[in-house]
């Protein structure tokens, strides 16, 4: 049966009534971006619309729904997450740093660390020999704003493990969860699966679809990568998984035929009201 799941953290709480003391530049932006509306739970927003669609599939029907801070450690998000030291996503001018050790979360995948330190999550995969959870939310990367690009945006991710005695998960198998979510969103359209690389996951595949003669991508995912296995205190010689993420905004775009992804962020009622279902445009 699904559960929510709410992670709070009192270092968060302790970042933020810093951040309020600060006049900064740095501080100013960053508090601009902690109080933007997380519109996946926003009521007519497309970004809301689409999660709905995403979490009410039969797949993860039982799948833990999982809240996670918006302020996380550089180890979640990307040391634990078999991120490289030289990645570009490390990189301050891709991430908003509070300070060397606190970020505003750049993925939903961060849930994953959070996750496996629940207590309950580890004893109901030790008994069950399986877990799930989605979480979704709004993340953040320093980005120039135009008609594609915010430095707000947001994922809705996907994670399931079980005991390799239980089943030994293929990419096969993901790809069809993959399929069945392209399916209930876009119905009957042409997709393809192409190779991808993430540090989480591998092997890792990319869903595109055909919109308009144009190859779109979708969805990422893949199989859950050893390392993380391991570094969540779980033997990958017992273990296996896949994961992936929608990234919201983008489907909500494609979908509703939004051309400026700062239609996603209007408080005008003229324009909010259009949107009541998957099909309004």
Known sequence: MRQNIVINDPKETELIKDLERRTDIKAERIKRLLALPDLT????????????KIMELPTWADFDVVEIPKIVTVEDDFDLLNTPEDHLSRRETDTYYLDKDHILRTQMTVMWPYYFRDKEVL????????????????????????????????????????????????????QEVQSDAVKAIFGDIEFRFLVDTFPFTDPSTQVEINWGGNWIEITGAGLVHPNCLKNFGLDPEIYNGWAGTFGLDRVAMVKMGIPDIRILWSEDTRITSQFKDINSK
């Open 41 to 52: 739970k926003k009521e007519n927003s497309p970004v809301k619309i689409i999660n709905d």
């Open 123 to 174: 004893e109901r995969l030790k008994r069950e020999g399986e877990v799930g959870s989605l979480s979704p939310g709004i993340v953040f990367r320093k980005d120039e704003i135009d008609k594609k690009h915010f430095p707000a945006f947001h994922q809705t991710d996907f994670l399931y493990v079980c005991r390799k005695d239980k089943r030994i998960i293929t990419l096969e198998e993901l």
